[in-house]
Structures are given as structure tokens and as C-alpha cells.
């Protein structure tokens, strides 16, 4: 039978309980939990004593209440000191691993760059517009008389074998060389001419260096007393500016219909100073591009005097200028757009 002794023995215990509860604590959830055991209304252990006052000996039932009460009152303000504790530790311990280290390099962002391609399209531009060049943007749809004919190339002539074409009827084809803005260009305007045409062009080829779609530079410039010499200055200025001041040019007799005489320039190799290595197949030279001077023909046929003008030529591949520059040897990795790679040769700027 419950009486006052037995009460004051078991808040005695409770208390005890309760305090040897709060140092193990070491969460809010944990806490609750304990908390429910004493103090719930229902299942509590606290609220138990209560249900037993009926039967308490009716003189003790007013203590044994305010016992009860003041063990809740202290069980209360107990649980509450335990809440502050543990939640001040939570939150401590939450500082500490969401610390942030403000000494902590930054992690190196990436910055976005222009296509090799691109990069090789404006740097020439920018050393030939130095040298008064405009730039021209020709077709890349022509018509067989812009892209051959009147680059005095007709319909027998065997250097038509020298480039595969993508014919799109008999008259139309997509572009082979960019040297077909030449007649444009000297069909609208007159001498002096100096201008620098980028863009791309199309052949029937497909391999490790050649694509069916490539970016050429064309350059022409016409006037009075154009000569060979104006041409081997300019590419010198060029390949210097591009390549280094150490880097020379050598002429070699080549062929073009619409160039006479024409030439294949070669730069001395910036890889090994000419001294031969892997990049020149140990000859010390690589070609860069092909050049010559107007044929008189290709003058005639766009109205212009050739005993009164003459022009000079060059042709430049993109593609093999940005192989070289990044020591590409597929030509595919530049057009297949695989971010691994094209990342990679920006890292190298
Ligand atoms: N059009 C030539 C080609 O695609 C390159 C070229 C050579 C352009 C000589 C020129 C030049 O203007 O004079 O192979």
C-alpha cells in the first residue's frame, strides 16, 4: 500500500535516476526519450505515483500530492537545464564541421576558351591586319568558275585532280579553296587590293591530316610592282610573329594554276631550331603553307591590267597551323569536340 515513507523513498530514487540519466545524455533525441519516461502523462514513472494516491491514508493525501508535485516541479526544470546543455553542445559540435577554412586555396576555375582553330583564325588576323590587310568573307557555296575557272583552272586542266570535290549539280560546289574570294574580291575592286579571306572549305578527303571540312586563310594582295620579294617579306613578318624571331622562311619552287611562279613555304622547325627532330621528319624545315605571284591570266580574267599590276598569293591551312602549334597529329581531334582535348590544348596558352 502506497503511503508517504514509501513515496519519499521512491522520489529519492527517481531523483537519482533522473541525475545519473543527464551525464550519459549525449543527444536531444536521447534526452526526449528519458524525458518521456519520467514525466509523460500516461506511462511516466512520475505520473505513476500520482495514480497511486488513492491509495494513500486519506490524512497523508495532501502531502503525498505536493511530494509528487514538487518531485515533477524539480523533474521539470531538470530535463529543461539537461535540453540547454545538450543543445549547446549540438550546436557546438555543428560549428565544428561545418567550419569553413577561409585559408584554404581556392580551387583553380577552369576559364572557358575560343577553339584552337579559332585562336590560330585571329591570331592571323591580327598580324595581317597589322600589315593593313581587310578581312573578306567569301561563299562556301561557289560556282564551278569561281573555285576553278577563273583561277585559271578549266574544265581539262589536270590540276582539278589535285582536289577532290563535293560537286552539288554540274554549275554549283561546295568551296575547295578559299582562293575563290581572289576573283571576287578583283571583280569588285580595283588595285591596290590587299585582303585576308578565312573560312572554310570542302574535300572529298579523309584521313589522319586531311578532313572534309578544313579552315583555309587566303591572302592576296595586288598593286604596282608586286613582286617576289613582297611576298618572302610579308611571310617572314608573318612566320616571325607567330613562330618567333628565330624562325626563318625557305621558298620552294611549287606548282598552282593560278600562281606563276608559285612556291611551298617552309618555316626552319620551332620545335628543334632546324637541327631536325620528330615534328620535321628530321629535315629541320615544315611547310606551312603555299604562295605565288598572280598568274597574269587569273589578272585578265577579273579586269585587271597585268602589265600595269601585279599581285601576290598565299594560302594558309588552319588546321595544320594549330596541329603543329599543339603537337596534334589527328586532325579529327580538333573537330570531334571531346572537351578532355580541347581543354587540354587550351591548358597549353
Ligand atoms: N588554294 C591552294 C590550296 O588549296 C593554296 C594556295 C596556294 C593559295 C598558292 C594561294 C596560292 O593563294 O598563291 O591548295
Redesign the pocket.
Known amino acids: 500500500m502506497a503511503d508517504l515513507n514509501g513515496l519519499r523513498e521512491r522520489a529519492k530514487e527517481i531523483r537519482e535516476e533522473i541525475l545519473k540519466n543527464a551525464e550519459q545524455l549525449v543527444d536531444s533525441k536521447a534526452a526526449y526519450e528519458v524525458r518521456k519516461d519520467f514525466l509523460d502523462s500516461k506511462k511516466g514513472k512520475i505520473g505513476a505515483l500520482m495514480k497511486e494516491m488513492r491509495d494513500v491514508p486519506k490524512e497523508q493525501k495532501a502531502e503525498y500530492g505536493q511530494t509528487v508535485n514538487e518531485l515533477k516541479q524539480w523533474a521539470l526544470s531538470k530535463f529543461e537545464e539537461i535540453d540547454k546543455h545538450i543543445k549547446a553542445k549540438e550546436l557546438q559540435l555543428r560549428y565544428e564541421s561545418e567550419k569553413i577554412d577561409v585559408t584554404r586555396p581556392a580551387v583553380k576555375m577552369k576559364p572557358a576558351h575560343l577553339h584552337p582553330v579559332t585562336q590560330v583564325r585571329e591570331e592571323l588576323i591580327d598580324v595581317f591586319a597589322s600589315m593593313g590587310f581587310k578581312v573578306y568573307e567569301g561563299k562556301e557555296i561557289e560556282t564551278d568558275y569561281y573555285n576553278f575557272t577563273a583561277?585559271n583552272t578549266p574544265a581539262d586542266h589536270p590540276a582539278r585532280d589535285?582536289?577532290d570535290t563535293f560537286y552539288l549539280t554540274p554549275e554549283f560546289l561546295l568551296r575547295?579553296?578559299?582562293?575563290s574570294g581572289?576573283i571576287h574580291v578583283m571583280e569588285a575592286e580595283k588595285p591596290p587590293i590587299k585582303i585576308l579571306s578565312p573560312g572554310r572549305?570542302f574535300r572529298s578527303d579523309d584521313d589522319a591530316t586531311h578532313s572534309p571540312m578544313f579552315h583555309?586563310m587566303?591572302?592576296?594582295v595586288v598593286d604596282e610592282k608586286i613582286t617576289l620579294s613582297d611576298l618572302k617579306g610579308m611571310l617572314d613578318m608573318f612566320v616571325k610573329k607567330i613562330y618567333g624571331d628565330s624562325t626563318v622562311t625557305r621558298l620552294r619552287p611549287?606548282y598552282?594554276p593560278?600562281?606563276e611562279p608559285?612556291?611551298e613555304v617552309d618555316i626552319s622547325c620551332f620545335s628543334c631550331g632546324g637541327k631536325g627532330c620528330s615534328l620535321c621528319k628530321g629535315t629541320g624545315w615544315i611547310e606551312v603553307?603555299?604562295?605565288?605571284?598572280?598568274n597574269r591570266k587569273v589578272l585578265e580574267n577579273c579586269g585587271i591590267d597585268p602589265d600595269k599590276y601585279s599581285g601576290?598569293?598565299?594560302?594558309?591551312?588552319l588546321e595544320r597551323i594549330a596541329m603543329l602549334k599543339y603537337g596534334i597529329n589527328n586532325i579529327k581531334l580538333l573537330f570531334e569536340s571531346d572537351l578532355d582535348v580541347l581543354n587540354q590544348i587550351g591548358d597549353q596558352e
Open positions: 583561277l589535285m582536289q575547295t579553296q578559299t582562293s581572289q572549305v583555309q587566303e591572302g592576296l611549287s598552282f593560278f600562281t608559285s612556291v603553307l603555299g604562295a605565288g605571284i598572280v601576290l598569293a598565299f594560302g594558309i591551312g
